[in-house]
């Protein structure tokens, strides 16, 4: 599966942006997805995760209450809206896959279950 990630871009404090990962090459449905960020210098971190189904949704401590993960299947897309973004936000964010298994979903949480990746998309916020 490609993976295309969008709609990063410059922000104010406070302000929104939503961002879009378009998978193309397999059906959607097949992989359990998850959004994450990366800054210089440090690890790439978990955002957010969603099964396959869409039927559950994970945060990071960070950005719970704020972001919300959803997903089209049907449209082979996932979405990552972010809400009163705050300055340490800024990074590129990444969307990953992970080819499941079986029917039930798996917690994308960890760059290290990512079996697939998309370009980044960089999001920056001025303070």
């Known amino acids: 599966v490609q993976l295309q990630a969008s709609g990063g871009g410059l922000v104010q404090a406070g302000g929104s942006l939503r961002l879009s990962c378009a998978a193309s090459?397999?059906?959607?449905?097949?992989?359990?997805t998850g959004w994450f960020r990366q800054t210089p210098g440090k690890e790439r971190e978990f955002v957010a995760a969603i099964t396959w189904t869409g039927g559950s949704v994970y945060y990071a401590d960070s950005v719970q209450g704020r972001f919300t993960i959803s997903r089209d299947n049907a449209k082979n897309t996932v979405i990552l809206q972010m809400n009163n973004l705050k300055f340490e936000d800024t990074a590129v964010y990444y969307c990953?896959?992970?080819?499941?298994?079986?029917?039930?979903?798996?917690?994308?949480?960890?760059?290290?279950?990512?079996?697939?990746w998309g370009q980044g998309t960089l999001v920056t916020v001025s303070s």
């Open positions: 090459g397999q059906p959607f449905r097949t992989y359990d």
């Open positions: 990953g896959a992970h080819r499941r298994d079986g029917e039930e979903g798996f917690v994308v949480n960890h760059p290290a279950l990512v079996d697939y």
